[in-house]
């Protein structure tokens, strides 16, 4: 993959194209599905999507009762316990991930948290980035046989614009020098679409093809950890709550992206690519604002995805992927 990819191909959908927009008519009999995050906003809808055109897809929830309650009416998705910022929790449902599903066809990383207060997890990771990219990294290595066992399986991780807020920082990661809760959500979604971009090189060979994205402006759980003023201080929200925000989406518009992502025939021998409003997005210029869309270069530079893969493998432990087939 190279910057002159980040091209739009004419997709037929757009920003305010629904979940139900993108599936429609296909069938995904028979196929498989990991949704990190799918029993709450973008994940739960991409759950639902998936299910109704056929797909059997196993969520992995931090907080299985709840999960099992939110997906009752969900025919067709299973959940299994799982913490992303524990590893022996991750390995233990990746394991248990391989049995139920030798073969795995779409892998996709919704779950995240966003401008959470500081806390230390694991080993003293930042918890952003042990959530939002550690977690999902080491789950990813240990569902990479199922996943080429699909001959054709891809992989899809939620990022976000707020990747524009900083490359990675890698003087110092986990913030032991300062900590401020927007660089280091910004950091973990360059983390997002960086993984993506090594992954996809890694794995084209197996027949893995994976991909970022931007799912929009969309208020959903993922704003819990911040106080309803600081909402409306950014003009997100009013006093009750209500979305009033320009070029806000509904959580079915958030996870359009997503599963256009995961079934696009236009996207077919495709990969390492950063998408928004279900078209692969442009680069764009330093100093852009973030709401004008596009990606940094330096969230789809292939060398910094190489260095950040090392990094990752370095810290969690996880089951190297095959390499020198790329």
Same mark, same amino acid.
Request: with cysteine; glycine share 12%; proline share 6%.
């Given at each position: 993959?190279?910057?002159?990819?980040? !091209?739009?191909?004419?997709?037929?959908?757009?920003?305010?194209?629904?979940?139900?927009?993108?599936?429609?008519?296909?069938?995904?009999?028979?196929?498989?599905?990991?949704?990190?995050?799918?029993?709450?906003?973008?994940?739960?809808?991409?759950?639902?999507?998936?299910?109704?055109?056929?797909?059997?897809?196993?969520?992995?929830?931090?907080?299985?009762?709840?999960?099992?309650?939110?997906?009752?009416?969900?025919?067709?998705?299973?959940?299994?316990?799982?913490?992303?910022?524990?590893?022996?929790?991750?390995?233990?449902?990746?394991?248990?991930?391989?049995?139920?599903?030798?073969?795995?066809?779409?892998?996709?990383?919704?779950?995240?948290?966003?401008?959470?207060?500081?806390?230390?997890?694991?080993?003293?990771?930042?918890?952003?980035?042990?959530?939002?990219?550690?977690?999902?990294?080491?789950?990813?290595?240990?569902?990479?046989?199922?996943?080429?066992?699909?001959?054709?399986?891809?992989?899809?991780?939620?990022?976000?614009?707020?990747?524009?807020?900083t490359d990675i920082r890698w003087h110092d990661p986990h913030f032991r020098s300062g900590y401020d809760k927007?660089?280091?959500?910004? !950091?973990?979604?360059?983390?997002?679409?960086?993984?993506?971009?090594?992954?996809?090189?890694?794995?084209?060979?197996?027949?893995?093809?994976?991909?970022?994205?931007?799912?929009?402006?969309?208020?959903?759980?993922?704003?819990?950890?911040?106080?309803?003023?600081? !909402?409306?201080?950014?003009?997100?929200?009013?006093?009750?709550?209500?979305?009033?925000?320009?070029?806000?989406?509904?959580?079915?518009?958030?996870?359009?992206?997503?599963?256009?992502?995961?079934?696009?025939?236009?996207?077919?021998?495709?990969?390492?690519?950063?998408?928004?409003?279900?078209?692969?997005?442009?680069?764009?210029?330093?100093?852009?604002?973030?709401?004008?869309?596009?990606?940094?270069?330096?969230?789809?530079?292939?060398?910094?995805?190489?260095?950040l893969w090392e990094l990752s493998l370095a810290a969690t432990g996880a089951t190297p992927v095959p390499r020198?087939?790329?």
């Amino acid at each position: 993959m190279t910057r002159t990819d980040q !091209q739009p191909l004419g997709s037929p959908f757009s920003a305010t194209s629904s979940a139900q927009d993108v599936t429609a008519g296909l069938d995904l009999t028979g196929s498989s599905a990991v949704v990190t995050g799918g029993y709450s906003g973008l994940g739960l809808e991409t759950t639902r999507a998936l299910t109704a055109v056929g797909a059997r897809v196993i969520v992995p929830a931090r907080r299985p009762d709840v999960a099992r309650a939110a997906l009752a009416a969900v025919p067709g998705a299973e959940v299994v316990p799982m913490d992303l910022n524990d590893l022996d929790s991750v390995r233990a449902a990746a394991a248990r991930i391989r049995d139920t599903l030798p073969r795995l066809d779409l892998f996709m990383a919704v779950a995240g948290v966003m401008a959470t207060p500081e806390l230390r997890v694991g080993p003293g990771w930042e918890s952003q980035l042990a959530a939002n990219h550690l977690g999902h990294f080491a789950l990813a290595c240990e569902l990479y046989p199922s996943l080429a066992a699909a001959g054709g399986a891809r992989v899809v991780v939620n990022s976000s614009a707020g990747h524009t807020l900083t490359d990675i920082r890698w003087h110092d990661p986990h913030f032991r020098s300062g900590y401020d809760k927007w660089l280091a959500y910004g !950091q973990a979604k360059t983390a997002n679409a960086l993984f993506a971009v090594h992954l996809d090189a890694l794995g084209r060979a197996d027949g893995i093809r994976a991909f970022s994205l931007h799912p929009g402006k969309i208020i959903t759980g993922l704003q819990r950890e911040m106080a309803r003023q600081e !909402q409306i201080d950014r003009g997100w929200v009013d006093e009750h709550g209500t979305v009033i925000g320009a070029g806000f989406k509904t959580p079915s518009q958030g996870a359009a992206t997503g599963l256009w992502a995961a079934t696009s025939p236009l996207l077919d021998g495709r990969g390492g690519l950063y998408l928004e409003d279900c078209e692969v997005a442009a680069v764009s210029a330093p100093g852009t604002p973030m709401d004008d869309g596009g990606v940094r270069p330096y969230a789809v530079d292939p060398h910094a995805a190489a260095r950040l893969w090392e990094l990752s493998l370095a810290a969690t432990g996880a089951t190297p992927v095959p390499r020198g087939r790329a």
